[in-house]
């Protein structure tokens, strides 16, 4: 799991994403109240935030890493506790679905 800050180029993508959240869930089409999981959102980078253009993935669909954001024992206790709630919470979330890749 990479930290909030990575920037990453997605397979078959030609602009940089800078990594804004992890394990967003959102709600889905069919029923709100169902959640709908991705690894990460994103922004184009070096733009930042337009809220309209969020982008949303996962780790398989990263190519490259070319910055890794900032780490510290917050960040390595935080990771270690989304572990463990991700092998309890996981199989109860559906996976969303990746439509393409990006400019």
């Known amino acids: 799991m990479l930290p ?6 997605l ?3 030609t602009s940089k994403l800078m990594i804004l959240n992890r394990a967003p869930i959102l709600p889905s089409e069919e029923n709100q109240e169902e959640g ?3 690894d990460y959102s994103g ?17 398989e ?5 070319v910055f890794e954001g900032f780490k510290d024992e917050e960040e390595e206790r935080f ?5 463990d709630w991700l092998q309890e919470e996981k199989p109860n979330i559906k996976k969303g679905t ?3 890749p990006m400019e």
């Not at 922004?43 to 996962?58: D, E, I, M, S, W």
């Not at 669909?61 to 890493?65: E, F, R, S, Y």
């Not at 990771?79 to 572990?83: G, Y």
Request: glycine share 10%; proline share 5%; aromatic share 24%.
């Open 43 to 59: 922004c184009f980078y070096p733009q930042g935030l337009n809220p309209a253009k969020v982008y949303y993935f996962y780790e």
């Open 79 to 83: 990771q270690e506790l989304f572990q």
């Open 36 to 38: 709908i999981w991705y």
């Open 61 to 65: 669909n990263i190519d490259k890493v």
């Open 4 to 9: 909030i800050g990575s920037i990453v180029y």
């Open 98 to 100: 990746i439509t393409g």
């Open 11 to 13: 397979r078959e993508g």
